[in-house]
């Protein structure tokens, strides 16, 4: 790559009515080491010519369909140096295929695939590219995330014996995939979103934290999914019990029905020393409490923080960095993975950005929370 040079992106989703294609396009571009060139981004040729003008990129360069995209940029001088896939998940897999066999890296939009079958899959296409593959869970991007995550691997709070995570949002309260909601209505369809319904859209992000600021593996599951609205196809609700590999156990708890939250994602940790709470709406404070001393309130962009956390603030301390920031640290790691990855490195992308393995085990508790709530009892992961 041309020292200096931004990586070009091509899109994969991202057309009219999308929520998440224009979040990529801004996390992507934010630190200046991406640029959207092309994209597919919708399935009508159409609407993607659309997409691309609202996009400000070259007319010629948003293409009917992403198998188009591909072979086009493929033949172009300055074409695409990755993928960025944000499409709904039945997509998913096809789309990182067919990239994989170009040549070209992907970073998609979690979950990894529509199915834990397709996961492997997708496991076994991107260990044999040798090619840098990552994965959006836009909140391990948070600078306390990533405290909290240095806190429990330093031992501070000592062996973990309890962690609880939830994920709350009532936005699917009422049955408005009836009344043209174009997200809600491949989220609540099994044919383009998969067997998961609010397990696999904000569980997998609730399960993917517990394990990325934990340091531990769950184990064994059980849990009860319910289908609350009267009609719907998939899941709106689910409360589960886990086992960690530590011996620890936990809960999880992700619910789409639960009227008047937002974006309520939690995380509370206890061990033996100490514990730690961060809540996704209040993202810049890090709440940390150990016997006999006064509550600890960890800010962002502070001194005293980890060399991970400071690593990815952007601003001086006081001025709130958010969902959009958190998105972008993922990008602006993916693009110096493969500007390492350009120069020959194997295996480039940090231990910090989530990659392919995330993305297996995240369709695998997907998998294993339907099979526990069916069985109705444990099962192991």
Known sequence: MTEGRKLRMGMVGGGPGAFIGPVHRLAAEMDGKIALVAGAFSQS????????????????????????????????????DFVAI??????????????????????????????YEEALKLEAA??????????THTYAGYAMVRQARTLCASGELGVIRKVAVEYFQGWLS???EKTGHKQAAWRTDPVRNGP?????????????????VSGLKVTAINARLRSVVAGRQLDDDCSAFLRLSNGAEGTLGCSQIATGEMNALHLRLYGEKGSLLWRQQDPNRLFVRRPGRPEEIHHAATEYLSADAQAVARTPNGHPEGYL???????REFADGLAVWKQGTANP???TLPGIEAGVRG??????AIESSRSEGWVEF
């Not at 696999?200 to 934290?209: E, K, N, R």
């Open 126 to 135: 991107v260990a044999k590219s040798g090619l840098p593959y990552g994965l």
């Open 86 to 115: 944000v499409t709904p998940n039945h997509l998913h897999l096809p789309v990182a295929l067919d990239a994989l066999e170009a040549g070209l890296p992907a970073l998609s939009d979690k979950p990894a695939t529509a199915t």
């Open 196 to 212: 998961g319904g609010a397990i696999g859209d904000i569980g997998t992000h609730a399960f993917h934290l517990l394990e990325y």
């Open 349 to 351: 992308l940090p231990a």
């Open 363 to 368: 369709m695998r508790f997907i998998a294993r």
């Open 325 to 331: 920031e958190a998105f972008a640290v993922l990008y």
């Open 45 to 80: 040729a159409e609407r993607s010519r659309q997409a691309g003008l609202r996009y400000g990129i070259a007319p010629e360069r948003a293409y009917a369909n992403y198998r188009q995209m591909i072979e086009a940029e493929r033949g172009r001088a300055d074409g695409m």
């Open 174 to 176: 009422e049955p408005v």
